[in-house]
Protein backbone atom coordinates (compact mmCIF):
# COMPACT_ATOMS: atom_id res chain seq x y z
CA UNK A 1 0.00 0.00 0.00
CA UNK A 2 1.27 3.24 -1.24
CA UNK A 3 0.23 5.18 2.31
CA UNK A 4 1.43 2.49 4.30
CA UNK A 5 5.69 3.01 2.24
CA UNK A 6 4.77 7.10 2.60
CA UNK A 7 4.54 6.89 6.12
CA UNK A 8 7.63 4.52 6.63
CA UNK A 9 9.85 6.84 4.66
CA UNK A 10 8.57 9.63 6.45
CA UNK A 11 9.15 7.70 9.66
CA UNK A 12 12.94 7.22 8.60
CA UNK A 13 13.31 11.17 8.43
CA UNK A 14 11.63 12.08 11.07
CA UNK A 15 14.18 9.21 13.18
CA UNK A 16 17.47 10.71 11.18
CA UNK A 17 15.97 14.23 12.33
CA UNK A 18 15.68 12.63 16.38
CA UNK A 19 19.02 11.39 16.30
CA UNK A 20 20.46 14.56 15.18
CA UNK A 21 19.23 16.38 17.46
CA UNK A 22 20.48 14.38 20.27
CA UNK A 23 23.56 14.83 19.02
CA UNK A 24 23.26 18.24 18.95
CA UNK A 25 22.06 18.75 22.05
CA UNK A 26 25.18 16.77 23.54
CA UNK A 27 27.23 19.05 22.09
CA UNK A 28 25.73 21.81 23.75
CA UNK A 29 25.16 21.40 27.17
CA UNK A 30 28.59 20.96 29.09
CA UNK A 31 29.95 18.21 30.21
CA UNK A 32 32.75 15.75 28.79
CA UNK A 33 32.36 11.83 28.49
CA UNK A 34 36.79 11.72 28.66
CA UNK A 35 36.32 13.89 31.82
CA UNK A 36 33.85 11.62 33.15
CA UNK A 37 35.74 8.78 32.87
CA UNK A 38 38.72 9.60 33.86
CA UNK A 39 37.61 11.60 36.82
CA UNK A 40 38.81 15.15 37.57
CA UNK A 41 42.20 14.33 38.64
CA UNK A 42 43.35 12.83 35.19
CA UNK A 43 46.24 15.32 33.84
CA UNK A 44 45.20 17.28 30.74
CA UNK A 45 47.58 15.36 28.53
CA UNK A 46 45.93 12.12 29.20
CA UNK A 47 42.47 13.35 28.66
CA UNK A 48 43.50 14.90 25.47
CA UNK A 49 44.33 11.29 24.23
CA UNK A 50 41.47 9.71 25.38
CA UNK A 51 38.97 12.43 23.94
CA UNK A 52 41.33 11.29 20.53
CA UNK A 53 41.03 7.59 21.02
CA UNK A 54 36.87 8.18 21.59
CA UNK A 55 36.90 10.45 18.47
CA UNK A 56 35.43 13.30 20.50
CA UNK A 57 37.95 15.71 18.71
CA UNK A 58 36.55 15.58 14.94
CA UNK A 59 33.87 18.49 13.95
CA UNK A 60 30.45 17.48 15.20
CA UNK A 61 29.48 16.68 11.51
CA UNK A 62 32.16 14.13 11.32
CA UNK A 63 31.49 12.54 14.62
CA UNK A 64 27.43 12.38 13.76
CA UNK A 65 28.23 10.89 10.31
CA UNK A 66 30.42 8.04 11.67
CA UNK A 67 27.80 7.24 14.53
CA UNK A 68 24.96 7.12 11.80
CA UNK A 69 26.70 4.76 9.53
CA UNK A 70 27.68 2.41 11.71
CA UNK A 71 24.51 2.56 13.21
CA UNK A 72 22.46 1.77 9.88
CA UNK A 73 24.68 -1.11 9.64
CA UNK A 74 23.24 -2.30 13.17
CA UNK A 75 26.33 -1.03 15.27
CA UNK A 76 25.10 0.57 18.21
CA UNK A 77 28.36 1.52 19.16
CA UNK A 78 30.48 0.80 22.51
CA UNK A 79 29.51 2.45 25.67
CA UNK A 80 31.58 4.99 27.03
CA UNK A 81 31.05 4.04 30.66
CA UNK A 82 31.32 0.69 30.72
CA UNK A 83 33.64 -0.29 27.57
CA UNK A 84 30.39 -2.58 26.26
CA UNK A 85 28.45 -2.61 23.17
CA UNK A 86 25.25 -0.50 23.62
CA UNK A 87 23.47 -3.04 22.03
CA UNK A 88 24.07 -5.72 24.73
CA UNK A 89 23.31 -3.14 27.20
CA UNK A 90 20.50 -1.86 25.64
CA UNK A 91 18.49 -4.76 23.97
CA UNK A 92 18.13 -6.86 27.09
CA UNK A 93 16.31 -4.09 28.89
CA UNK A 94 14.05 -3.30 26.29
CA UNK A 95 11.12 -5.85 27.51
CA UNK A 96 11.14 -4.67 30.75
CA UNK A 97 10.27 -1.57 29.97
CA UNK A 98 7.75 -2.34 26.85
CA UNK A 99 6.06 -4.81 29.29
CA UNK A 100 5.39 -2.72 31.72
CA UNK A 101 3.76 0.20 29.41
CA UNK A 102 1.75 -2.21 27.32
CA UNK A 103 0.67 -3.91 30.68
CA UNK A 104 -0.68 -0.47 31.73
CA UNK A 105 -2.10 0.35 28.41
CA UNK A 106 -4.05 -2.61 28.80
CA UNK A 107 -5.21 -2.10 31.76
CA UNK A 108 -6.14 1.76 30.92
CA UNK A 109 -8.03 0.47 28.02
CA UNK A 110 -10.24 -2.53 30.15
CA UNK A 111 -11.43 -0.28 32.94
CA UNK A 112 -11.78 3.19 31.07
CA UNK A 113 -13.56 2.17 28.38
CA UNK A 114 -16.60 0.37 30.69
CA UNK A 115 -16.44 3.02 32.99
CA UNK A 116 -16.72 5.77 30.55
CA UNK A 117 -19.85 3.90 29.07
CA UNK A 118 -21.01 3.52 32.52
CA UNK A 119 -20.74 7.26 33.20
CA UNK A 120 -21.97 8.86 30.25
CA UNK A 121 -24.75 6.54 30.10
CA UNK A 122 -25.74 7.34 33.82
CA UNK A 123 -24.92 11.00 33.17
CA UNK A 124 -25.53 12.67 36.33
CA UNK A 125 -26.77 9.96 38.23
CA UNK A 126 -24.68 9.80 41.55
CA UNK A 127 -22.18 7.23 40.66
CA UNK A 128 -21.38 9.34 37.90
CA UNK A 129 -20.85 12.33 39.75
CA UNK A 130 -18.78 9.90 42.40
CA UNK A 131 -16.53 8.74 39.16
CA UNK A 132 -16.28 12.25 38.15
CA UNK A 133 -15.18 13.80 41.63
CA UNK A 134 -12.72 10.49 42.09
CA UNK A 135 -11.44 11.37 38.19
CA UNK A 136 -10.71 14.73 39.58
CA UNK A 137 -8.87 13.07 42.19
CA UNK A 138 -6.56 11.08 40.61
CA UNK A 139 -5.61 13.07 37.91
CA UNK A 140 -3.84 15.31 39.83
CA UNK A 141 -1.77 12.41 41.79
CA UNK A 142 1.73 11.55 39.86
CA UNK A 143 2.57 8.58 39.03
CA UNK A 144 5.88 8.17 41.26
CA UNK A 145 3.49 9.29 43.96
CA UNK A 146 1.05 7.04 43.55
CA UNK A 147 3.75 4.56 43.33
CA UNK A 148 4.93 5.55 46.22
CA UNK A 149 1.45 4.76 48.00
CA UNK A 150 0.96 1.68 46.17
CA UNK A 151 4.14 0.44 47.32
CA UNK A 152 3.52 1.25 50.78
CA UNK A 153 0.04 -0.02 50.93
CA UNK A 154 0.43 -3.20 48.54
CA UNK A 155 4.25 -4.03 49.47
CA UNK A 156 4.31 -3.38 53.01
CA UNK A 157 0.72 -3.87 54.74
CA UNK A 158 -0.85 -6.28 52.61
CA UNK A 159 2.98 -7.48 51.30
CA UNK A 160 1.51 -8.17 47.69
CA UNK A 161 4.97 -7.61 46.06
CA UNK A 162 8.38 -7.65 47.70
CA UNK A 163 9.13 -4.05 47.12
CA UNK A 164 12.73 -4.18 45.39
CA UNK A 165 12.36 -7.90 45.04
CA UNK A 166 12.05 -7.63 41.02
CA UNK A 167 11.86 -10.74 39.16
CA UNK A 168 13.80 -10.37 36.11
CA UNK A 169 11.69 -12.28 32.79
CA UNK A 170 14.53 -14.70 31.88
CA UNK A 171 14.28 -16.17 35.74
CA UNK A 172 10.39 -16.25 36.15
CA UNK A 173 8.02 -14.80 34.10
CA UNK A 174 5.19 -15.03 36.02
CA UNK A 175 6.64 -13.63 38.78
CA UNK A 176 8.46 -10.72 36.17
CA UNK A 177 4.64 -9.99 35.48
CA UNK A 178 3.02 -10.22 39.13
CA UNK A 179 6.32 -7.54 40.03
CA UNK A 180 4.95 -5.44 36.99
CA UNK A 181 1.33 -5.26 38.04
CA UNK A 182 1.71 -2.64 40.79
CA UNK A 183 4.00 -0.06 38.80
CA UNK A 184 1.78 -0.19 35.45
CA UNK A 185 -1.13 0.25 37.81
CA UNK A 186 0.77 3.67 39.47
CA UNK A 187 1.29 4.13 35.72
CA UNK A 188 -2.30 3.58 34.20
CA UNK A 189 -4.43 5.36 37.13
CA UNK A 190 -4.34 9.04 35.72
CA UNK A 191 -4.51 7.38 32.43
CA UNK A 192 -7.48 6.01 33.27
CA UNK A 193 -8.75 9.13 34.78
CA UNK A 194 -7.94 10.50 31.39
CA UNK A 195 -9.51 8.12 29.25
CA UNK A 196 -12.81 8.10 31.46
CA UNK A 197 -13.63 11.35 31.25
CA UNK A 198 -12.63 11.86 27.48
CA UNK A 199 -14.78 9.03 26.33
CA UNK A 200 -17.40 10.28 28.50
CA UNK A 201 -17.55 13.20 27.01
CA UNK A 202 -17.04 12.05 24.02
CA UNK A 203 -20.40 9.64 24.46
CA UNK A 204 -22.87 12.27 25.56
CA UNK A 205 -21.22 14.78 22.00
CA UNK A 206 -22.13 11.92 20.21
CA UNK A 207 -25.82 11.28 21.70
CA UNK A 208 -26.88 14.77 21.18
CA UNK A 209 -25.98 14.34 17.08
CA UNK A 210 -28.98 13.82 14.74
CA UNK A 211 -28.04 10.66 13.78
CA UNK A 212 -29.07 9.29 17.47
CA UNK A 213 -32.50 10.42 17.00
CA UNK A 214 -32.87 8.48 14.20
CA UNK A 215 -31.45 5.61 15.57
CA UNK A 216 -34.03 6.27 18.23
CA UNK A 217 -36.53 6.59 15.45
CA UNK A 218 -36.21 3.28 14.53
CA UNK A 219 -37.29 1.49 18.00
CA UNK A 220 -33.68 0.78 19.12
CA UNK A 221 -33.70 1.43 22.53
CA UNK A 222 -30.68 3.07 25.01
CA UNK A 223 -28.38 0.42 24.39
CA UNK A 224 -28.98 -0.26 20.99
CA UNK A 225 -28.39 3.28 20.64
CA UNK A 226 -25.63 3.23 22.59
CA UNK A 227 -23.82 0.27 21.58
CA UNK A 228 -24.80 0.10 17.53
CA UNK A 229 -24.79 4.07 17.07
CA UNK A 230 -22.76 6.52 19.26
CA UNK A 231 -19.82 4.21 20.88
CA UNK A 232 -18.11 3.58 17.27
CA UNK A 233 -18.49 7.62 16.48
CA UNK A 234 -17.40 8.51 19.94
CA UNK A 235 -14.37 6.52 20.06
CA UNK A 236 -12.76 8.40 17.26
CA UNK A 237 -11.76 10.77 19.18
CA UNK A 238 -10.53 8.49 22.12
CA UNK A 239 -8.48 6.04 19.58
CA UNK A 240 -5.97 9.12 18.74
CA UNK A 241 -5.79 9.89 22.56
CA UNK A 242 -5.10 6.37 23.71
CA UNK A 243 -1.91 6.50 20.79
CA UNK A 244 -0.67 9.22 22.58
CA UNK A 245 -0.73 8.03 25.96
CA UNK A 246 0.91 4.53 24.58
CA UNK A 247 3.85 6.57 23.62
CA UNK A 248 3.61 8.90 26.64
CA UNK A 249 3.16 5.38 28.82
CA UNK A 250 6.87 4.07 27.39
CA UNK A 251 8.29 7.93 28.55
CA UNK A 252 6.47 7.66 31.85
CA UNK A 253 7.79 4.12 33.00
CA UNK A 254 11.16 5.60 33.57
CA UNK A 255 10.51 7.86 36.50
CA UNK A 256 8.30 4.51 38.07
CA UNK A 257 11.19 2.34 36.96
CA UNK A 258 13.00 4.29 40.03
CA UNK A 259 10.40 3.94 42.12
CA UNK A 260 10.41 0.41 41.77
CA UNK A 261 13.52 -0.13 41.79
CA UNK A 262 13.28 -1.95 38.22
CA UNK A 263 16.26 -1.99 36.17
CA UNK A 264 14.57 -1.12 32.99
CA UNK A 265 16.16 1.06 30.38
CA UNK A 266 15.41 4.00 32.64
CA UNK A 267 18.07 3.08 35.10
CA UNK A 268 21.06 3.38 32.16
CA UNK A 269 19.42 6.07 30.42
CA UNK A 270 19.46 8.26 33.34
CA UNK A 271 22.88 6.79 34.32
CA UNK A 272 24.65 7.23 30.94
CA UNK A 273 23.21 11.01 30.41
CA UNK A 274 24.86 11.81 33.32
CA UNK A 275 28.17 10.42 32.05
CA UNK A 276 27.50 12.08 28.79
CA UNK A 277 27.86 8.51 27.33
CA UNK A 278 26.26 9.66 24.04
CA UNK A 279 26.21 6.19 22.01
CA UNK A 280 23.74 4.56 25.01
CA UNK A 281 21.49 7.53 24.83
CA UNK A 282 21.14 8.04 21.29
CA UNK A 283 20.83 3.72 21.00
CA UNK A 284 17.71 4.61 23.68
CA UNK A 285 16.11 7.91 22.00
CA UNK A 286 15.75 5.98 18.83
CA UNK A 287 14.25 3.20 20.36
CA UNK A 288 11.57 5.24 22.28
CA UNK A 289 11.45 7.07 18.80
CA UNK A 290 10.63 4.44 16.81
CA UNK A 291 8.07 3.05 19.44
CA UNK A 292 6.32 6.40 19.55
CA UNK A 293 6.21 6.77 15.42
CA UNK A 294 5.37 3.13 14.77
CA UNK A 295 1.70 3.77 17.32
CA UNK A 296 0.78 6.86 15.74
CA UNK A 297 1.09 5.01 12.61
CA UNK A 298 -1.07 2.13 14.38
CA UNK A 299 -3.42 4.76 15.32
CA UNK A 300 -3.52 6.37 11.99
CA UNK A 301 -4.37 2.90 10.06
CA UNK A 302 -6.96 2.14 12.72
CA UNK A 303 -8.49 5.80 12.29
CA UNK A 304 -9.11 5.09 8.98
CA UNK A 305 -10.43 1.62 9.16
CA UNK A 306 -13.18 3.29 11.85
CA UNK A 307 -13.89 6.72 10.22
CA UNK A 308 -14.63 6.15 6.27
CA UNK A 309 -14.92 9.64 5.85
CA UNK A 310 -10.83 9.86 6.34
CA UNK A 311 -9.34 8.89 2.67
CA UNK A 312 -6.69 7.32 2.32
CA UNK A 313 -4.85 10.07 -0.30
CA UNK A 314 -1.33 9.60 -1.18
CA UNK B 1 -62.10 6.17 5.80
CA UNK B 2 -61.00 4.21 8.76
CA UNK B 3 -58.50 6.36 11.22
CA UNK B 4 -55.57 5.32 11.73
CA UNK B 5 -53.92 7.85 14.24
CA UNK B 6 -56.01 10.43 16.12
CA UNK B 7 -54.27 13.33 18.49
CA UNK B 8 -56.45 15.05 20.53
CA UNK B 9 -55.95 18.01 22.64
CA UNK B 10 -52.00 17.34 22.51
CA UNK B 11 -50.08 19.90 24.78
CA UNK B 12 -46.63 20.09 25.23
CA UNK B 13 -44.80 22.67 28.03
CA UNK B 14 -41.27 22.82 28.78
CA UNK B 15 -40.09 23.61 32.47
CA UNK B 16 -36.34 24.72 32.06
CA UNK B 17 -36.77 28.23 32.48
CA UNK B 18 -38.08 30.26 35.40
CA UNK B 19 -42.32 30.17 33.38
CA UNK B 20 -43.43 26.84 31.41
CA UNK B 21 -42.65 27.83 27.73
CA UNK B 22 -46.13 26.63 25.89
CA UNK B 23 -44.81 24.81 22.75
CA UNK B 24 -48.07 22.77 21.63
CA UNK B 25 -51.68 23.55 23.12
CA UNK B 26 -54.76 21.87 22.18
CA UNK B 27 -53.43 19.77 18.70
CA UNK B 28 -56.08 17.91 17.15
CA UNK B 29 -55.37 16.25 14.13
CA UNK B 30 -57.04 12.87 12.57
CA UNK B 31 -55.30 10.86 9.81
CA UNK B 32 -56.96 8.50 7.61
CA UNK B 33 -55.81 5.24 6.16
CA UNK B 34 -53.93 6.31 3.52
CA UNK B 35 -54.05 9.99 3.63
CA UNK B 36 -51.86 12.91 3.25
CA UNK B 37 -52.25 15.92 5.81
CA UNK B 38 -49.75 18.46 5.81
CA UNK B 39 -49.09 20.77 8.61
CA UNK B 40 -47.87 24.19 7.84
CA UNK B 41 -46.37 27.19 9.78
CA UNK B 42 -43.65 28.97 10.41
CA UNK B 43 -41.02 28.11 12.75
CA UNK B 44 -41.07 28.26 16.42
CA UNK B 45 -45.08 27.25 15.66
CA UNK B 46 -45.58 23.77 17.33
CA UNK B 47 -45.67 21.95 13.84
CA UNK B 48 -42.19 20.07 14.41
CA UNK B 49 -42.80 19.29 18.40
CA UNK B 50 -46.34 17.94 17.93
CA UNK B 51 -44.55 15.47 14.95
CA UNK B 52 -42.12 14.16 17.51
CA UNK B 53 -44.52 13.71 20.16
CA UNK B 54 -46.36 11.64 17.69
CA UNK B 55 -43.10 9.48 16.98
CA UNK B 56 -42.70 8.96 20.61
CA UNK B 57 -39.11 11.25 20.36
CA UNK B 58 -40.04 14.20 22.98
CA UNK B 59 -38.44 12.71 26.04
CA UNK B 60 -37.05 15.36 28.23
CA UNK B 61 -37.12 15.35 32.20
CA UNK B 62 -38.25 18.69 32.19
CA UNK B 63 -41.85 18.66 29.94
CA UNK B 64 -44.85 18.55 30.92
CA UNK B 65 -47.23 16.33 27.93
CA UNK B 66 -50.74 16.19 27.96
CA UNK B 67 -53.90 14.91 25.62
CA UNK B 68 -53.61 11.83 24.17
CA UNK B 69 -52.40 10.18 20.66
CA UNK B 70 -54.22 7.12 19.84
CA UNK B 71 -52.74 4.58 17.37
CA UNK B 72 -53.86 0.90 17.52
CA UNK B 73 -55.75 1.48 20.55
CA UNK B 74 -52.77 2.51 21.95
CA UNK B 75 -51.87 6.17 24.09
CA UNK B 76 -48.95 6.79 22.62
CA UNK B 77 -48.04 9.54 25.55
CA UNK B 78 -48.70 6.87 28.23
CA UNK B 79 -47.63 3.47 26.44
CA UNK B 80 -45.02 2.01 27.95
CA UNK B 81 -41.31 2.87 26.67
CA UNK B 82 -40.96 -0.98 24.86
CA UNK B 83 -44.46 -1.35 23.68
CA UNK B 84 -43.23 2.21 22.25
CA UNK B 85 -40.78 0.88 20.71
CA UNK B 86 -42.36 -1.78 18.98
CA UNK B 87 -44.35 0.70 16.93
CA UNK B 88 -40.94 3.03 16.49
CA UNK B 89 -39.38 2.33 13.00
CA UNK B 90 -42.04 -0.39 12.16
CA UNK B 91 -45.50 1.22 12.09
CA UNK B 92 -44.27 4.44 12.24
CA UNK B 93 -41.57 6.00 11.27
CA UNK B 94 -39.91 9.84 10.58
CA UNK B 95 -37.64 11.68 8.21
CA UNK B 96 -36.16 14.60 9.37
CA UNK B 97 -35.13 18.18 7.72
CA UNK B 98 -31.42 17.39 7.58
CA UNK B 99 -30.35 14.67 5.83
CA UNK B 100 -26.77 15.67 6.24
CA UNK B 101 -26.79 14.59 9.76
CA UNK B 102 -29.32 12.24 10.02
CA UNK B 103 -27.50 9.23 9.05
CA UNK B 104 -24.89 7.75 10.72
CA UNK B 105 -21.66 8.91 9.60
CA UNK B 106 -19.65 5.50 10.09
CA UNK B 107 -22.41 2.91 9.50
CA UNK B 108 -23.22 2.29 5.61
CA UNK B 109 -25.80 2.92 3.87
CA UNK B 110 -27.32 -1.00 3.45
CA UNK B 111 -27.33 -1.45 7.57
CA UNK B 112 -28.63 2.11 8.18
CA UNK B 113 -31.54 1.08 5.68
CA UNK B 114 -32.00 -2.47 6.63
CA UNK B 115 -31.99 -1.40 10.68
CA UNK B 116 -35.41 -1.26 11.69
CA UNK B 117 -36.02 -4.67 10.29
CA UNK B 118 -33.16 -6.00 12.28
CA UNK B 119 -35.11 -4.29 15.33
CA UNK B 120 -38.80 -5.59 14.35
CA UNK B 121 -37.91 -8.74 12.48
CA UNK B 122 -35.36 -10.87 13.52
CA UNK B 123 -36.64 -13.46 11.76
CA UNK B 124 -35.98 -12.44 8.30
CA UNK B 125 -32.23 -13.84 7.72
CA UNK B 126 -29.16 -11.78 6.57
CA UNK B 127 -29.53 -12.46 2.81
CA UNK B 128 -33.13 -11.63 2.58
CA UNK B 129 -32.79 -8.40 4.83
CA UNK B 130 -30.49 -7.42 2.04
CA UNK B 131 -32.20 -7.76 -1.44
CA UNK B 132 -35.28 -5.82 1.18
CA UNK B 133 -32.95 -3.05 1.67
CA UNK B 134 -31.60 -3.04 -2.37
CA UNK B 135 -35.49 -3.31 -3.55
CA UNK B 136 -36.30 -0.44 -1.04
CA UNK B 137 -33.37 2.05 -2.43
CA UNK B 138 -34.42 1.34 -5.78
CA UNK B 139 -38.22 2.00 -5.17
CA UNK B 140 -36.70 5.36 -3.70
CA UNK B 141 -35.46 6.27 -7.06
CA UNK B 142 -31.58 5.35 -6.63
CA UNK B 143 -31.07 3.27 -9.32
CA UNK B 144 -27.11 2.26 -8.49
CA UNK B 145 -28.91 0.46 -5.07
CA UNK B 146 -26.57 -2.38 -5.08
CA UNK B 147 -23.30 0.22 -4.81
CA UNK B 148 -25.28 2.81 -2.53
CA UNK B 149 -25.85 -0.31 -0.52
CA UNK B 150 -21.81 -0.27 0.34
CA UNK B 151 -21.70 3.27 0.44
CA UNK B 152 -21.18 5.58 3.38
CA UNK B 153 -23.36 8.94 3.63
CA UNK B 154 -20.53 11.04 3.27
CA UNK B 155 -20.20 9.90 -0.33
CA UNK B 156 -23.48 10.93 -1.11
CA UNK B 157 -25.34 13.77 -2.06
CA UNK B 158 -28.40 15.97 0.19
CA UNK B 159 -31.16 14.46 -2.28
CA UNK B 160 -29.62 10.73 -2.03
CA UNK B 161 -29.17 11.03 1.70
CA UNK B 162 -32.76 11.78 2.32
CA UNK B 163 -33.99 9.21 -0.05
CA UNK B 164 -31.74 6.82 2.04
CA UNK B 165 -33.82 8.25 5.12
CA UNK B 166 -36.65 7.22 3.09
CA UNK B 167 -36.09 3.99 2.39
CA UNK B 168 -35.02 3.18 6.18
CA UNK B 169 -38.03 4.47 7.15
CA UNK B 170 -40.41 2.46 4.74
CA UNK B 171 -38.72 -0.39 4.75
CA UNK B 172 -40.77 -2.04 7.11
CA UNK B 173 -43.88 -0.89 5.55
CA UNK B 174 -45.48 1.29 7.89
CA UNK B 175 -48.79 2.38 8.53
CA UNK B 176 -47.96 6.10 9.15
CA UNK B 177 -44.62 8.39 7.50
CA UNK B 178 -43.41 12.05 9.49
CA UNK B 179 -42.02 13.82 7.15
CA UNK B 180 -40.85 16.94 9.03
CA UNK B 181 -40.16 19.02 6.64
CA UNK B 182 -38.03 16.77 4.64
CA UNK B 183 -36.91 19.40 1.72
CA UNK B 184 -35.90 22.29 3.35
CA UNK B 185 -32.50 21.77 3.26
CA UNK B 186 -32.30 20.40 -0.44
CA UNK B 187 -32.17 22.69 -4.20
CA UNK B 188 -35.74 23.10 -5.44
CA UNK B 189 -35.46 20.52 -8.43
CA UNK B 190 -34.40 17.77 -5.51
CA UNK B 191 -37.37 19.38 -2.99
CA UNK B 192 -39.50 18.64 -6.31
CA UNK B 193 -38.30 15.08 -6.79
CA UNK B 194 -39.17 14.17 -3.00
CA UNK B 195 -42.46 15.55 -2.99
CA UNK B 196 -43.21 13.27 -6.24
CA UNK B 197 -41.46 10.43 -4.66
CA UNK B 198 -43.86 10.65 -1.33
CA UNK B 199 -46.79 10.50 -3.50
CA UNK B 200 -45.84 7.45 -5.42
CA UNK B 201 -44.48 5.88 -2.26
CA UNK B 202 -48.19 6.74 -0.50
CA UNK B 203 -49.71 5.42 -3.20
CA UNK B 204 -48.02 2.45 -3.77
CA UNK B 205 -48.11 1.22 -0.28
CA UNK B 206 -50.94 3.13 1.43
CA UNK B 207 -48.59 4.57 3.97
CA UNK B 208 -50.55 7.57 5.62
CA UNK B 209 -48.27 10.89 5.50
CA UNK B 210 -47.85 13.26 7.69
CA UNK B 211 -46.59 16.57 5.70
CA UNK B 212 -44.82 19.28 8.03
CA UNK B 213 -43.45 22.24 6.16
CA UNK B 214 -43.74 25.76 6.35
CA UNK B 215 -43.83 26.17 1.93
CA UNK B 216 -47.43 26.35 1.45
CA UNK B 217 -46.68 25.07 -2.45
CA UNK B 218 -45.28 22.40 -1.28
CA UNK B 219 -48.07 21.30 0.82
CA UNK B 220 -50.69 22.24 -1.31
CA UNK B 221 -48.88 20.38 -4.70
CA UNK B 222 -49.12 17.27 -1.92
CA UNK B 223 -51.52 17.01 0.81
CA UNK B 224 -55.70 17.25 0.84
CA UNK B 225 -56.17 18.31 3.87
CA UNK B 226 -53.65 20.76 5.89
CA UNK B 227 -53.67 22.58 9.29
CA UNK B 228 -52.09 25.82 9.61
CA UNK B 229 -50.33 26.33 12.93
CA UNK B 230 -48.97 29.65 14.38
CA UNK B 231 -47.55 29.87 18.14
CA UNK B 232 -48.27 26.36 18.87
CA UNK B 233 -51.91 26.30 18.51
CA UNK B 234 -54.06 25.45 15.36
CA UNK B 235 -55.41 28.67 13.70
CA UNK B 236 -56.93 27.00 10.48
CA UNK B 237 -57.68 23.41 8.92
CA UNK B 238 -59.42 21.76 6.45
CA UNK B 239 -59.07 20.74 2.57
CA UNK B 240 -56.11 22.28 1.22
CA UNK B 241 -58.04 23.68 -2.17
CA UNK B 242 -60.53 24.89 0.02
CA UNK B 243 -57.91 27.29 2.32
CA UNK B 244 -56.21 27.89 -0.67
CA UNK B 245 -58.93 29.33 -2.12
CA UNK B 246 -60.69 31.36 0.68
CA UNK B 247 -58.34 31.33 3.40
CA UNK B 248 -60.30 32.51 6.81
CA UNK B 249 -57.49 33.50 9.22
CA UNK B 250 -55.38 35.87 8.96
CA UNK B 251 -52.37 34.22 9.18
CA UNK B 252 -53.41 31.57 6.66
CA UNK B 253 -53.50 34.76 3.93
CA UNK B 254 -50.30 36.30 4.94
CA UNK B 255 -48.54 32.51 4.43
CA UNK B 256 -50.33 32.39 0.78
CA UNK B 257 -49.09 36.03 0.02
CA UNK B 258 -46.01 34.98 0.62
CA UNK B 259 -45.59 32.54 -1.86
CA UNK B 260 -42.94 33.82 -4.70
CA UNK B 261 -45.09 33.62 -7.87
CA UNK B 262 -44.15 33.45 -11.35
CA UNK B 263 -46.21 35.08 -13.97
CA UNK B 264 -44.90 34.02 -17.05
CA UNK B 265 -47.11 35.50 -19.26
CA UNK B 266 -45.94 39.50 -18.54
Not at chain 1, 252 to 258: A, D, K, L, R
Not at chain 2, 57 to 69: F, H, Q, V
Not at chain 2, 214 to 243: F, P, W, Y
Request: hydrophobic share 45%; with cysteine.
Amino acid sequence: MKYIIKKFFSMIITLVVVSFCVFLAFNVIPGDPALRKLGTEASPELIAQVRHEMGLDDPLIVRYFNWFTSFIHGDMGTSYNYNVPVAGMVLNKVPITLTMAIMSFVLTILVSIPLGIFTAKYENGFIDKAITMINQIIMAIPPFFSGIIITFIFGMIFKLFTPGGFVSYTEDFGGFLRYLIFPSVAIALPKIAMTVKMLRGSLIDEAAKDYTRTAFSRGNNTNGVLYRHVLKNAMIPVITFLGMLLADMVAGSIVIEQVFSIPGISRILLSSISNRDYPVVEAIIMGVAAIVIIINLLVDIIYRIIDPRIEITD
Amino acid sequence: MEIILDVTDLHIEFHDGDTPTIAVDDFDLMLGKGEIVGIVGESGSGKSMSALAIAGLLNRGSMKKTGRIMFNGDDLLTIDRSKLRTYQGDEISIIFQEPMTSLNPVKKIGWQVEESLYIHHPEIDKKTRKQKAIDMLKDVGLTNAEEVYYMYPHELSGGMRQRVMIAAAMIGGPQILIADEPTTALDVTVQAQIVELLKKLNKEMGTSIIFISHDLSLVNQLCERVIVMQKGSIVESGKTADIFKAPKHPYTQRLIAAIPKIDIGE
